[in-house]
């Protein structure tokens, strides 16, 4: 799936989970996946940046875009164990607590990126060969994006101010303060300028996430869905028997179907899910923004140079591990 | 995601009375017949977007709990629509019987559903009567079968790939 956001994929499955079983899982759980959610938005955004400016020969902005990533990955690496494909998110909450000192770790990571990214903004934005090879080109309209079901960057680029996390909010999205980023062409510069701007208004939600985290458990204490306390496992049998059927077993979920979607770097990742009550799910079925975005391909190319293309297809950002799935 | 205050079906003005699913969504049963008629009127309601659309096999689950006036069959198509001005959600839920699994194609309606009925198509072996494209999107053009189905066994097929040599 998609590797350059694989938190959001993990998202989008445990909050189909949790709508099956009907759990609640506490604020700082919450608080928890949104604030590393918006930091993967971030590295994901940089890493287009980077990989657009390779395609647009900006042989700079690659190395820049990299090292910025590697920022935010080393603190996904503290926080999970891992760089990517972290496993972090679970149905229930998160699988383990911010490690100590995370707050210094953020605030170096949102002090740094806007400043970096104004910088960016200079070395592209300004360009005359940067700016002739994407104005105008690639142009979709509002109506034909929406038909399309082109969702994210390309949509809000043609002006439809749509975005899950402020239409349909999920987790804490409406207690937290950000901006829409739409464009009015609907060109290649316009979903270029959307993502920029949309790293600043996620440096934003980054920074409110960090002065409102509750304290509180980082997963619901549910014992048939997440593991006990580790320190529960010496004293109690039961926690015990729990912990060892858990993870051998799985949990149950009651029969059911259920459609979540949330907003990933890309547009809408949605997880449908049916349920029959077993350990396992009977249809798991992922909506890939990459994949459905693809389809607009051919209107945005249509009547183009060759040369063009390449600006285009970048310029919808497509990761192929989220196309075929 | 709450049901909102006017379901889609009321909008829309349709005979088909939505249940209420996980999470508050609003979900409505479909005959095939009448499937391209309740999409189209949704669609003319203010549910300009398909969001998504996929099938499932329920070859397991023949006896599973459905409205009374819906006769399970073994495929079902089930399609998101989504209100950009509204802020609303609904869910389709059409039966395709595996003797017959022909259902028509949304294409002319919503253009985005070209990818993910062929989708459809290639994993379950769904047919989509007028899709303009109606061939395989993820397998190699010459596979046989349809993987999500719950009857193909894994593994039964060697791995294989455009214009390699046959089995020797």
Redesign the interface.
């Known amino acids: 799936m998609d590797y350059l956001s694989p938190l959001h994929n993990e998202l989008v499955f445990s909050l189909a989970a949790e709508a099956l079983l009907g759990i609640e899982i506490p604020p700082r759980s919450t608080w928890i996946r949104m604030l590393m959610t918006e930091l993967n938005r971030i590295s994901s955004h940089v890493m287009w940046m980077a990989t657009n400016g390779m395609d647009l020969a900006s042989t700079s902005m690659m190395i820049y875009g990299f090292r910025d990533r590697e920022m935010i990955l080393s603190f996904f690496e503290k926080t999970t164990g891992l760089r990517m494909n972290h496993d972090y998110i679970r149905p229930g909450g998160v699988a383990a607590d911010l490690p100590d000192g995370w707050e210094d770790d953020v605030m170096s990571i949102v002090e740094t990126i806007p400043g970096r990214v104004d910088e960016y903004d200079e070395l592209l934005t300004g360009q005359p060969i940067f700016k002739r090879r994407t104005e105008g080109v690639g142009i979709i309209s509002p109506e034909l994006a929406t038909a399309m079901s082109a969702t994210g960057p390309i949509l809000r680029a043609s002006g439809v101010a749509w975005d899950l996390r402020r239409a349909m909010p999920y987790l804490a999205y409406d207690e937290v303060d950000f901006d829409v980023i739409v464009g009015s062409v609907g060109d290649t510069f316009d979903r270029y300028a959307v993502r920029m701007n949309e790293i600043r208004e996620s440096c934003k939600i980054v920074r409110q996430c960090v002065e409102k985290m509750p304290l509180g458990d980082y997963r619901a204490q549910d014992k048939k869905v997440t593991p006990p306390p580790r320190a529960r496992i010496d004293e109690s049998m039961e926690a015990l028997i729990h912990h060892f059927k858990i993870f051998t077993r799985g949990f149950e979920v009651p029969p059911g179907e259920v459609y979540t979607a949330i907003e990933s770097p890309r547009g809408e990742l949605g997880c449908y899910l049916v349920a029959d009550g077993s350990n396992k799910p009977y249809r798991m079925h992922i909506r890939g923004p990459s994949f459905v975005n693809l389809q607009s391909l051919p209107p945005l190319l249509r009547g183009g140079l060759i040369a063009d293309a390449i600006a285009v297809i970048s310029s919808v950002d497509p990761v192929m591990g989220e196309v075929d799935r | ?1 709450t049901a909102a205050a006017t379901s889609a079906a009321e909008l829309a003005g349709l005979p088909e009375s939505p249940t209420v ?3 508050g ?1 609003e979900v409505i049963h479909v005959t095939r017949e009448r499937y391209l008629e309740v999409t189209g009127a949704l669609r003319d309601a203010g549910f ?5 659309l ?1 099938a ?2 329920y070859l ?2 023949p006896d ?2 459905l409205p009374e006036a819906v006769t399970p069959e073994r495929f079902e198509i ?1 399609v ?1 629509l989504l209100s ?1 001005e509204r ?1 609303q ?1 609904v ?1 389709l839920r059409v039966q395709v019987p595996a003797s017959d699994p022909v259902v028509p194609t949304l294409f002319n309606l ?7 009925e062929r ?1 459809a198509f290639d994993l379950f072996g769904v047919c989509f009567e007028g899709h303009p494209d109606h061939t395989r999107i ?1 397998m190699p053009d010459d596979w046989e079968g349809h993987p999500l189905r719950k009857d193909y066994s894994v593994g039964r097929v060697p791995v294989q790939f455009k214009q390699a040599p046959g089995p020797r």
């Open positions: 995601m699913g996980a999470g969504q300009e977007m398909c969001a998504d996929c499932v096999d397991r689950h599973r709990p089930v998101n950009l802020r959600r869910r919503y253009p985005g559903t070209e990818n993910m989708e993820l």
